[in-house]
């Protein structure tokens, strides 16, 4: 065969295979729903990627493959092969092509994250906050609400003020694209704007712990009137005179995020659950044991790391719990005239277990 026959043969090969493998890519890395507008150039830098791999992956191993095959030694053939002592156009190439490609492709990607960075026009403030395993959201133009679930009005772009705890966290939504760290001792800020009406999670992606992998919130797409109606709730005072001891301490398990780390429904994550807690026996890690009663889960709540029960570790759970609830419980006084015991409200809670969801605590 011809030597440009080889040429076109290869080349045709080559073709064939970068389609093949971009099939492949595509399907393997499949990226999910795109539900912002940063999603969109995100995806043509990400697409173009997945061509760029492809062609390379194809271009290395069509050639291998074709001259193993196509110049293996024939039996017989005991001669040297040709001795090559380099080609320098063909260096002074593949020297000069990747680096105009890699700058390239750096240029283009350092356009996209400026151009998703900046600062939109009437941009909404929402602060976030992350700590040892959990999402707070705070809404400063919607009467200070503060969430566990982050609800987005679609097509309002956002500002997210975020601020960690304890360690290193990072906010990531896949289906927005868009990720940001958020570090102990500054505020770091993420921009997005979802286009998407829908339920997505925000997932921590940044490895923090033995809780990480259960740093989760529920992210919601809402209409513009959703908005409006879910802010028009969430501002509403529980009204705690109405409530029950058990349905207070329901208030409070939502309230202190205690079901970030405590499930009611049996199931152990990174700290006992609820159920069929009150009036057990629990072994702890320095042997004893202790039933738990009211006073045992007062001193839990008041101090976490005394006596730590078997199969769970210290210092998970934050510290200071006393000083928030004697805060709250003033507040609850002045505003509301009604004597709320957080604590006592809690064990009546977890003594009551298992008890039915509260259904819309506003009304
Ligand atoms: Cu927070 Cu991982």
Partial sequence: MKKSKHFIAV?????????????IFSVMFRLPVAASAEAGPIDVLFNAHYWIISFLFALILVIMFYSAAVFRRRPGDD???????????????????????????????????????SPKANEMVI???AGQWFWRFH?????????????????????????????L?????????????????????????????????????EICGTGHAQMLADVRVVSDADFVAWVEESTQQV?????????????WYAEYACNSCHTVDGTATVGPTWLDLYGSEELLTDGTTVVVNDEYITHSILEPNAQIVAGFN?????????????QR???????????????????????????????????
């Fill in 11 to 23: 080349i045709v090969l080559i073709g064939i295979a970068t389609g093949l493998f971009y099939i």
């Fill in 79 to 117: 001669t040297d092969g040709p001795h090559i002592h380099g080609h320098t156009g063909l260096e002074v190439g593949w020297t000069i092509l990747p680096t105009l490609a890699v700058v390239g492709m750096g240029i283009w990607a350092a356009v996209i994250l400026n151009d998703v960075t």
């Fill in 127 to 129: 602060g976030v906050e």
């Fill in 139 to 167: 809404y400063p133009e919607q009467e200070e609400v503060t969430s566990a679930e982050l609800v987005l009005p679609v097509n309002q772009p956002v500002v997210l003020e975020m601020e960690a705890n304890d360690v």
């Fill in 169 to 205: 966290h990072s906010f990531w939504v896949p289906e927005f694209r868009v990720k940001q760290d958020l570090v102990p001792g500054q505020t770091t800020w993420l921009r997005f704007t979802p286009t998407l009406v829908g339920e997505y999670k925000v997932r921590c992606a």
């Fill in 239 to 251: 009204e705690f005179a109405e409530l029950s001891d058990v349905e207070r301490g329901q208030v």
């Fill in 314 to 326: 210290p210092n998970i759970m934050p510290q200071n719990f006393g000083e928030l609830f004697a």
């Fill in 329 to 363: 419980e003033g507040e609850v006084l002045a505003s509301q005239g009604v004597e709320v015991d957080i604590i006592e409200e809690i064990i009546a809670y977890i003594e009551a277990l298992p008890v039915e969801e509260l259904e819309d605590l506003n009304e």
